[in-house]
């Protein structure tokens, strides 16, 4: 089930219209590049991505909510697996993040992941 931008606002997830496009991307990939699990670099496919988000109006908290998920599945999975590759494509994040657009976190549990991945509320 996918919910529209305003079902989701009382997550949270709303897009900023004041954020202009280049605050936006700036803010969008220097998330990425700091997310754990991540390879600490922005390729220019992933600047591409960036402005399509924008373009899309896809709220920023949104993607932080993705990158904040894929590293909480990947770091705190079978310890007993084999070890993953650094994410090294904003791509990668593109099914969580229609994941969380059908299937919407509550916003504790973001932050509880949070605190779990950087010891923040």
């Known amino acids: 089930m996918s919910h529209s931008p305003g079902a989701l606002a009382h997550l949270g997830w709303v897009f900023d219209p004041d954020l202009g496009a280049e605050q936006y991307i700036h803010r969008l990939l220097d998330a990425y590049r ?20 924008f373009e899309r109006g896809v709220p920023l908290s949104m ?12 770091i705190f999975r079978d310890p007993d697996a084999a070890p993953l590759h650094p994410i090294r494509s904003l ?31």
Do not use: C
């Not at 754990?36 to 402005?51: E, I, K, Q, S």
């Not at 993607?63 to 990947?74: D, G, I, K, N, Y």
């Open 34 to 53: 700091h997310t754990p699990t991540t390879a600490g670099r922005v390729r220019t496919a992933d600047r591409h991505l960036a402005v399509q988000l």
């Open 63 to 74: 993607v932080q909510a993705a990158f904040s998920l894929a590293a909480f599945r990947r």
């Open 91 to 121: 791509h990668y994040f593109l099914p969580i993040l229609n994941e969380i657009r059908s299937e919407p976190i509550a916003p504790d549990y973001i932050r509880y992941i949070e605190w779990k991945l950087y010891g923040t509320p």
